[in-house]
């Protein structure tokens, strides 16, 4: 009875350490984002700050992210898109260790009337993605 019970402890322990680590590098790597007329430098900004639905023509756009578990030095892709034609691609490096903020910027005179779609990739598979209407 002993041994069965160490057993058992033994399977149920392998089977949640297996559970575990199935979720490893599973893991969305942003916790907030904002893309806005104006950038935000500091995770507090972006989680107070209010998503526009819109943003304006001839204006700059920034989307300001902030990443968690990511070690310094990782690279994140943005990637805009003018009414589904891609703009522009921008890869940024975290500059902190495991959180941190990264400010992507869409100069002014790529800002122009139509549907502005900003997403942010890592190694092909999409963190995040927000459409909003260029005025």
């Given at each position: 009875m002993k041994v069965f019970k160490n057993f058992s402890a033994f399977l149920l322990i392998a089977a949640l350490l297996m559970m575990l680590m199935t979720g490893c590098g599973q893991q969305n790597t942003v916790e907030s984002f904002v893309v806005s007329n104006s950038p935000f430098e500091e995770k507090a900004d972006?989680?107070?700050?209010?998503q526009p639905e819109k943003v304006f023509e001839n204006e700059p756009?920034?989307?300001s992210v902030y990443f968690i578990e990511?070690?310094?030095g990782m690279e994140y892709t943005a990637n805009w898109y003018l009414d589904g034609t891609e703009i522009k691609t921008d890869v940024q490096?975290?500059?902190t260790d495991m959180a941190g903020v990264i400010v992507y910027s869409l100069?002014?005179?790529q800002v122009a009337v139509g549907t502005l779609k900003f997403e942010i990739t890592y190694n092909d598979d999409i963190l995040c993605s927000l459409e909003l209407i260029v005025e």
């Open positions: 972006i989680e107070d700050a209010t756009v920034y989307a990511s070690p310094k490096e975290t500059t100069e002014a005179d």
